[in-house]
T-cell receptor, first 117, second 111 residues
Framework: DTEVTQTPKHLVMGMTNKKSLKCEQH?????MYWYKQKAKKPPELMFV???????INESVPSRFSPECPNSSLLNLHLHALQPEDSALYLC????????????????FGEGSRLTVL | KNEVEQSPQNLTAQEGEFITINCSYS?????LHWLQQHPGGGIVSLFM???GKKKHGRLIATINIQEKHSSLHITASHPRDSAVYIC?????????????FGSGTQLTVLP
């Protein structure tokens, strides 16, 4: 199984709603990532978890709250979002953290397309 | 100047043509990745290179570490190859950014 599964594929929410995006992998990877991608732009890193601990937070607003309940699951909790937060949210995983010269392949999910009204 | 530059930004080809997409980088890297993103959004990792050349089916990727340049070639292109191709690098220094992405090349292969 070399899949990263994201749900939901599409989400429409109002600015006062609370929703969550989910990501799951069963490859035994210990690093998991959230990326945000706007149209015609490359992905931007948001958060990185390594061994279920938050390793990197790229100055993301607190209305985005990540959670890693176990080594296979990664959630992104959304609250009080703004219309400019509408984007494709991509989850990815790698065997271990890609840092300090360590090389490894990154596996991406299909993404969750979020629209904030 | 971006650390990773791709060219061309857009490329239209006829089915069967040989295609080349280029990537240049200005930083020390430990690996270079070629990724494919279809209109639906999901990203697929095509290659990870740290030296030389790799081939998978009709796709070939090469890297020249001295010149800080990589190319992705598609032989006998097909409309299903239409996608955005993204070059990304893993920095050799301890970096929090994980991958640094190029801006992507939109490839359209016409039947």
């Amino acid at each position: 199984d070399t899949e990263v599964t994201q749900t939901p594929k599409h989400l429409v929410m109002g600015m006062t709603n609370k929703k969550s995006l989910k990501c799951e992998q069963h490859m035994g990877h210990r690093a998991m990532y959230w990326y945000k991608q706007k149209a015609k732009k490359p992905p931007e890193l948001m958060f990185v978890y390594s061994y279920e601990k938050l390793s990197i937070n790229e100055s993301v607003p607190s209305r985005f709250s990540p959670e890693c309940p176990n080594s296979s699951l990664l959630n992104l909790h959304l609250h009080a979002l703004q219309p400019e937060d509408s984007a494709l949210y991509l989850c990815a995983s790698s065997q271990v953290l890609l840092a300090g010269g360590f090389t490894g392949e990154l596996f991406f999910g299909e993404g969750s397309r979020l629209t904030v009204l | 100047k971006n650390e990773v530059e791709q060219s061309p930004q857009n490329l239209t080809a006829q089915e069967g043509e040989f295609i080349t997409i280029n990537c240049s980088y200005s930083v020390g890297i430990s690996a270079l990745h070629w990724l494919q993103q279809h209109p639906g959004g999901g990203i697929v990792s095509l290659f990870m290179l740290s030296s030389g050349k790799k081939k998978h089916g009709r796709l070939i990727a090469t890297i020249n570490i001295q010149e800080k340049h990589s190319s992705l070639h598609i032989t006998a292109s097909h409309p299903r190859d239409s996608a955005v191709y993204i070059c990304a690098v893993s920095l050799s220094s301890g970096s929090a950014r994980q991958l640094t992405f190029g801006s992507g090349t939109q490839l359209t292969v016409l039947p």
